[in-house]
């Protein structure tokens, strides 16, 4: 019998992030991706673990899960123009030019 996720402290899911990131910048993506999930489990509308999940998944070369979860951290964080302007759009296009 599988037990539902325990719930974290803030404190503790930002040392989380802080752990997948930098896993994330040194190439351990398995780690990173396995991190951000288990953030997701607990937050599953935090906008960093969804974006850099995102990047993580595009780095994979997974451009349609990609472009989903930084699609859901963009609409979580629409104020965000800067990733708005670069990291929305300009994936979406990159990702729709990959496909072809």
């Known amino acids: 019998m599988t037990q539902a996720p325990q719930p974290c402290s803030d404190s503790a899911l930002l040392a989380q992030l802080e752990e997948a990131t930098i896993a994330h910048k ?19 509308h935090n906008f960093d673990a969804l974006h850099r999940l995102g990047l993580l998944k595009y780095q994979q070369a997974e451009l349609n899960l990609a472009r989903f ?10 104020a965000s123009s ?19």
């Open 26 to 44: 040194q190439g351990r993506l398995s780690e990173a991706e396995r991190l951000y999930n288990a953030i997701l489990v607990n937050q599953p």
């Open 69 to 78: 979860l930084i699609e859901r951290a963009i609409a979580i964080n629409q």
């Open 82 to 100: 800067r990733l708005g302007q670069i990291s929305g759009p300009s994936f979406i296009q990159c990702s729709a030019t990959k496909k072809r």
